[in-house]
């Protein structure tokens, strides 16, 4: 089992955004970087009508940057197979995880929401 925001983890996640209809559909006019940063490290990907792919930091700057911050014990609890209550949405782990921001400018959080939600729904799911 791949380890949570590793990269076999991660070409998971990228090929499950490929096979994804609802994305395809939804994410036609999206364009994004999702920056995932858990201590130390850090993933950046990008999110361009409907593709999902790893990118370079530089790439960040041209297009709307969404960033998740939180410690491995916040990434855990978001991609778990059985999220507990009020961990189981980016939204509400801000709330109730110390240690899980979303920094971010909230426009572009809003303005691709229903992406990110989908986006994260989708994502390969851990046992605790």
Known sequence: MSEILGSEWIQQWIG????DKELSHIGKLSRFSLRLVCGEQVTSLSFSG???????DEELLA????EFCGDRA????LFQVS????????????KNQPGFTIPSD?????????????????AP???S
Do not use: C, M, S, T
């Open 63 to 66: 297009v709307d940057v969404v």
């Open 74 to 77: 916040a990434f855990e609890k």
């Open 125 to 127: 799911r851990r046992a």
């Open 16 to 19: 499950l955004v490929e096979k």
């Open 106 to 122: 909230r426009i572009y959080l809003l303005r691709h929401l229903r992406v990110l939600q989908r986006l994260l729904a989708i």
């Open 83 to 94: 999220p507990e209550p009020l961990f189981n949405d980016f939204l509400a782990l801000e």
């Open 50 to 56: 409907g593709k999902f792919e790893l990118n370079a």
